[in-house]
């Protein structure tokens, strides 16, 4: 699973307490932007359930958080709940290679422009603050600025490069909340999506390598 973006208004945190609360998982691996920003001070009382929920799981399965381009600054409370937090992670199951990384390295805006990022990140939250409710209209602007500068298909044009390169069988992405899968040459391609839309999406990895995109 990843972007919970927890302390944004647009997380759906009903979603991913219902996913934490019903699945079983030998391995949850988080990928990317657990937090929203660097600061506690917007995290709702759902919000704190789902770090209560999240540190219950810790405690008898293993689970990851791979660093994302959002709250960086309080990979303490993972750390400290027995999370391991990481750049990217590399795991097999069934035989299969897998690479899971966040995706924000191929994003050029945040990696050449961070002032440019910062002022739309501020531009961002105030839309939310008077998006109402349900934030359907922040959530289509979102998704619609990342289809307009074409993030989508860099990341994944370069991630199958990168997945070649490095000969795994699959590679997650995440970053962009556009849920997606491709295949090139045999190698699988898919971008998680958010729990920040309705409906949210995550992927499922069975015992045998088997992987899927999942909604709920």
């Known amino acids: 699973m990843s972007d919970l973006h927890l302390g944004s208004k647009i997380c759906r945190a009903d ?3 219902e996913l934490l609360r019903t699945a079983k998982f030998e391995r949850l691996i988080i990928n990317g932007d657990l937090f929203d920003s ?3 001070s917007r995290l709702t009382e759902k919000h704190w359930e789902v770090l209560s929920a999240l540190s219950a799981i810790a405690e008898r399965s293993k689970v990851l958080l791979v660093g994302g381009n959002h709250g960086r600054e309080l990979d303490l409370i993972p750390r400290k709940m027995n999370i391991e ?3 990217e992670y590399a795991f097999e199951v069934g035989r299969r290679q897998f690479r899971c990384l966040h995706g924000d390295e191929f994003d050029s805006l945040t990696q050449h ?3 440019t990022t910062r002022f739309f990140s501020k531009l961002f939250n105030l839309i939310q603050k008077i998006g109402g409710e349900s934030q359907h209209g922040s959530m289509a602007i979102k998704r619609l600025s990342k289809r307009v500068m074409g993030t989508s298909r860099r990341q994944r044009r370069l991630a199958l490069k990168r997945g070649a390169l490095e000969h795994v069988d699959v590679v997650i992405c995440s970053h962009t909340h ?3 899968v491709a295949k090139k040459d045999g190698l699988l391609f898919i971008n998680s999506g958010s729990f920040c839309d309705d ?3 995550y992927i499922a990895i069975q015992n045998d390598g088997i992987t899927r995109l999942e909604e709920i």
């Open 85 to 87: 937090v990481k750049d």
């Open 15 to 17: 979603k991913i307490l």
């Open 199 to 201: 409906p949210s999406t």
């Open 38 to 40: 660097d600061s506690t």
């Open 113 to 115: 422009l961070p002032g």
């Open 178 to 180: 556009l849920p997606h």
